[in-house]
């Protein structure tokens, strides 16, 4: 059973920072690219950002681009979101998805690809 665990949401200014955590645990032997989207009241769940396995490959939405950093650490398990220069738009709830993969080197940002995902973590910024 694979589990995907969010952390790190809050209610920060305008202008602030976040930064979010996602652990996926379970198969560790398999490879996941991992996607965070957001959902904010009365719309539909976007694309944020996603990095492949290997942690080199990453893509971004262009509301997020040179705000928001994606990273994976050593052991691969975990995924961050450095969220910087933060919108009063950037206020969702945060998702973190894995995708499981056969490559090192694929992503997707289509939410439909992504095969786990995590409860979600609320994010507020205010103006």
């Known amino acids: 059973q694979v589990q995907v665990i969010e952390s790190g949401g809050g209610s920060v200014q305008a202008g602030g920072s976040l930064k979010l955590s996602c652990a996926v645990s379970?198969?560790?032997?398999?490879?996941?690219?991992t996607g965070w989207f957001r959902q904010a009241p009365g719309e539909e769940r976007e694309f944020v950002a996603t990095v492949d396995w290997s942690g080199i490959g990453k893509y971004y939405a262009d509301s997020v681009k040179g705000r928001f950093t994606i990273s994976r650490d050593g052991a691969k398990n975990t995924v961050y979101l450095q969220m910087n220069s933060l919108k009063p738009e950037d206020t969702a709830v945060y998702f973190c998805a894995a995708d499981r993969t056969t490559s090192d080197f694929l992503f997707t940002i289509q939410s439909s690809d992504y095969d786990y995902w995590g409860q979600g973590t609320q994010v507020t910024v205010s103006s």
């Open positions: 379970g198969r560790t032997s398999s490879r996941y690219a």
